[in-house]
């Protein structure tokens, strides 16, 4: 079993800060591409930013300059420093993964149970 636990969240002021972490744990083998997304009320989940194994990271242009997405691979952890928040990055953030399990062939796509994020104007 594998699961995914975020951290972090909460309420700010914008123009504040917040960090998200989502450690990975269970019977993981090796963990591919980390990621986070989010869902605001009424929106679709939308990419927010990703990182592969070996660092390459791709973000979203809307929070582009102000989220930085980093990963620590000896905790499995995935990190999302968000800076300049807006209130329009208010939304629930959720953290994925694609695991390998350890006796497992396959990688399979794995998501956290998520995290409120709510910037205030």
């Known amino acids: 079993q594998v699961q995914l636990v975020e951290s972090g969240g909460g309420l700010v002021q914008a123009g504040g800060s917040l960090r998200l972490s989502c450690a990975a744990s269970g019977s993981i083998f090796s963990i591919n591409t980390m990621g986070w997304y989010r869902q605001a009320p009424g929106k679709q989940r939308e990419l927010v930013a990703t990182i592969t194994s070996g660092g390459s990271t791709n973000y979203a242009d809307s929070v582009k300059g102000r989220f930085t997405i980093s990963r620590d691979n000896a905790k499995n952890t995935v990190y999302l420093q968000m800076n300049s928040l807006k209130p329009e990055d208010t939304a629930v953030y959720y953290c994925?993964?694609?695991?390998?399990?350890?006796?497992?062939?396959?990688?399979?796509?794995?998501w956290g149970q998520g995290t409120q994020v709510t910037v205030s104007s």
């Open positions: 994925n993964a694609d695991i390998r399990r350890t006796g497992y062939f396959n990688s399979y796509n794995y």
